[in-house]
């Protein structure tokens, strides 16, 4: 049996990074592995370079949103190998606590590459909504479950989140191009 390999991820339980790391893994018959969900980048290029994980799997560009600006500043940080550069498609999702309608929705949360990827959804259904960006968006999927966030807050996050968290999903796909792909790299030492 091949030794386990540690992979950190930018992202929480349900993440977009850990869709990314699964895809990365399947595709390169790489069944013996766990995941270490970091939150950001910088975390993951640390543990990397501290020699705690095997390899290090992030976001750097988003076709609709642009460049992660965290990763890159993550990476001007460490020294590493790219072993490999790749990209999923983004379907995000607008999330609430069970029983919330859309009349009742008076913040929307999310990581800012999420916020960006879904502007046009958010200025045409939600013009005068607050935004509240955060670290991650399964995180945030996370935290209004827990009720850390209030009943009042929708957040923008993956499907999977809906089922994770026991969610209610108000819409599917709101991003504002059907075709949004976001690239990863796989970083190892």
Excluded: W
Aim: with cysteine.
């Amino acid at each position: 049996m091949k030794k386990e390999i540690t992979i950190g991820i930018s992202g929480n339980v349900g993440s977009f990074s850990e869709e990314a790391a699964n895809y990365y893994c399947q595709r390169n018959n790489i069944e013996n592995y766990k995941l270490k969900y970091l939150i950001s980048a910088e975390k993951t290029l640390k543990k990397l370079n501290d020699k705690k994980i095997d390899k290090a799997i992030f976001p750097i560009e988003n076709s609709n949103g642009g460049i992660v600006i965290e990763a890159i500043y993550a990476i001007s940080n460490y020294n590493f190998n790219i072993e490999k550069i790749f990209e999923i498609d983004i379907q995000h999702c607008l999330l609430v606590q069970k029983g919330v309608n859309v009349s009742d929705i008076k913040k929307i949360a999310s990581h800012p590459q999420a916020l960006k990827q879904c502007r046009m959804y958010i200025k045409q259904k939600f013009a005068d909504t607050e935004l509240q960006e955060y670290s991650d968006t399964a995180g945030a999927a996370k935290d209004l479950s827990c009720c850390i966030l209030s009943s009042d807050t929708a957040v923008i996050a993956p499907k999977i989140c809906q089922k994770l968290y026991k969610l209610d999903l108000l819409k599917e796909s709101i991003q504002d191009l059907k075709f949004n792909f976001t690239t990863f790299v796989v970083a190892t030492n």
